[in-house]
């Protein structure tokens, strides 16, 4: 029998009943919000859940009014001829500087049948780390896709998303040179250094560093890219063989991840976000800044350039081992990056650079094939050989080359622009431009040894006969210097980029096609067909190079086992720093680290990795 005590302590316990089972429902309920919003998509414009008016207005009034309404200046293209705003944008659409100071805009306008260039629905254009911070914060408090646009220069799409919220540093772009950096919470001996902002494309680097400087820093080859976003991928520029990749020379960088959290990465700060920040593909977090090594300059830089025209198949085949058999023996070495180009009218062309050696020991290195081509009545040279050489210092001064080399730079034409930003011309064909198909692979260096050199010249060969490619000497890093090798080892760059002696692209494009843009029809069958040509090529260097990997940042879009293609044997350690610091995937990109958690476009969680 029950007590009289219990049971006046029961009965003045029933009032009580309903409240907790209210909290108990309240707190199942919590959970499945909890597990629902772990597993929930990203909204649009329209959807329920789409920020209202009041709260855009407020995520401006925290980044100081620099919130932006984006819309593309070809969508003015359909109003009278008079739009001043479409005929601005047409007028520049072959200046990279340009199309870069516009958010609404990427340097790619699209891939055939994979993605077209479409303005985020609004822009953060920040000026601070204080901002990007806002905008991350907003961006995960109402599920909304996240997009981070640096140089713009993405061919996989990932600079732009309609009905995303995007980070626009363009205005972050400051660059200090440092005579003794130490990065923090380290015990190292000081060394010389440069930070740089997320903002500044490689120009601004060049010519802060090397121009006015006097040092050198390993960046891109094109002066257009954003220095962030090509850290992020690994990053070859043309003496990486001497050098290193970017990533690999990378000291700090503060990032802000996910949560909103500013982090300062390095060797002894979140080490394993640093090491993923070196070529993880730039999916951990938005960079602010970086820091990277310098070096001493050396007295030098150069170039060997042209064109060779062989009468038959068969010279061409003999041409090509010529050629495979010379790079090995004489170019092989820290001193020589860039490409050959081997076409399917049987020609071969050179655009090669050279550090550390005068324009005397330059000539002196390429005579025996040069005496070699001219003493066969097979070849001809279609393009006239020049080697060429400058003070090292030179190398990005806008200003000497408008002196004394103009043909091979074009300038940012816009009255009031810096007089550093200039680019190359062989780059000027990019600007703007709709891939119809892209690829690489790793080419290892065992196929350069006497044994394996004939499989190889015939694997060039036949992929020739379908279209034509290039060897990119110095996104391989074989045959480079002891250093730059064994920095590289401590990057997520896929590992076979080690025992790589080139990178092989293969790829073709339309003339720019952004959406509403007047008379922009790509050729869409056109496209396929040369994309199935591609396909073509590219099996034939494959055959040879079976599992070669790809540059993330030069790679086919439709990549099926992307993970092992762009990372190999280290996606499984990126994917752990990605759950890590961005559990919910608020970065996503495509092919990303992660992104098999998401559709195609990024707005619908498959699952929960």
Known sequence: MMKRRELLKAMAALPLLPLLLRGAMA???????????????????????????????????????????????FARCSAPPSDSVCAEALKHLDNPFALGDNPALTQTSGWADAWTSQPSAYAVAAENTA?????????????????????????????????????????????????????????????????????????????????????YVQGGGCTTVGVAGLVQSGGFGSFSKHWGTAAANLLEAEIVTADGEVRIANACTHPDLFWGIKGGGGSLGTVTRLTLRTFELPTMFGGVSGAIKAASDDAFRALIAKAMEFYRRALFNPHWGEQMSFRSNNTLNLSMVFQGLTQQQAEQVWAPFFDWVRASSDYRFAKPVQVLALPARHMWDAEFFRAHAPQFVVADDRQGAPAHHVLWAGDQDQVGWFIHGYQSAWLPASLLQPGQQSKLVGALFAASRHWGFSLHFNKGLAGGSADAIERARDTATHPQVLDAFALAICASSGDPAFPGMP?????????????????????????????????????????????????????????????????DGLFFVHHGVGSEAWSKDGFTRLHHR
């Open 27 to 73: 707190s199942a309920r919590d959970a499945a919000t909890v597990m629902a919003t772990k597993f929930r998509s990203r909204v649009r414009p329209g959807d329920p859940g789409w920020p209202l008016p009041a709260k855009w207005k407020q995520l401006k009034r925290d980044v100081g009014g620099r919130l932006l309404k984006l819309e593309s200046p």
């Open 519 to 583: 008379n922009a029809h790509p050729e869409l069958a056109k496209a396929r067909r040369e994309a199935a040509t591609i396909d073509k090529a590219m099996d034939a260097l494959r055959a040879v190079a079976p599992g070669a990997g790809s540059y993330v940042s030069e790679s086919d879009y439709f990549l099926r086992d992307w993970q092992q293609g762009f990372w190999g044997s280290h996606y499984a350690k990126l994917a752990a720093v990605k759950r890590k610091y961005d559990p």
């Open 131 to 215: 901002d990007v911070v806002a905008a991350t914060h907003f961006a995960r408090q109402h599920h909304l896709r996240l997009v981070v646009k640096g140089g713009g220069h993405s061919y996989q799409g990932t600079s732009d998303a309609p009905d995303s919220l995007l980070i626009w540093p363009r205005h972050m772009n400051k660059v200090t040179l440092h005579d003794a950096f130490v990065a923090r919470g380290c015990a190292e001996a000081p060394q010389p250094a440069v930070t740089i902002e997320a903002g500044a494309m490689w120009s601004d680097a060049y010519d802060a560093v090397t121009t006015k400087g006097g040092r």
